[in-house]
């Protein structure tokens, strides 16, 4: 996975709350980045918890709750919103109605957060 998807994951996780095992100690090995071979978030590394928002829907759907981000298909482009804590707002190029853009958006807008709670 590359280092940009692994930080927007980074920075969704903080907007929600999430803790990503980094622990060198809890089964993720010596250079972990608390990512595993697939490029999910590993929550907990011993009971195989995964996290991915990018990939999966259920991910998605929780950030778009938490977060009260709303999402709108419109002429070809998904659209991702949201006024938690201020106005966030994400465009992206979908013609072909593919979830994996609409989880993108979601989490673009989710990363955003993140980044503005890390500050």
Known sequence: M??????????????????????????????????????DAVIDWHNGITWNPCRKPKDAFQLMMLLKISVVF????????????????????????????????IVLVASKIGSLMKQ
């Open 2 to 39: 590359k280092d940009s998807n692994i930080n927007l994951l980074q920075l969704a996780a903080i907007a929600v709350g999430i803790k990503i095992d980094k622990s060198k100690t809890n089964g993720g090995g010596h250079h972990n980045t608390g990512v595993d071979s697939n490029g």
């Open 74 to 105: 419109d002429d070809g482009k998904v659209i991702a919103t949201t006024n938690f804590p201020n106005e966030i707002k994400i465009e992206l190029l979908n013609p072909f109605n593919d979830p994996a853009i609409v989880y993108r958006a």
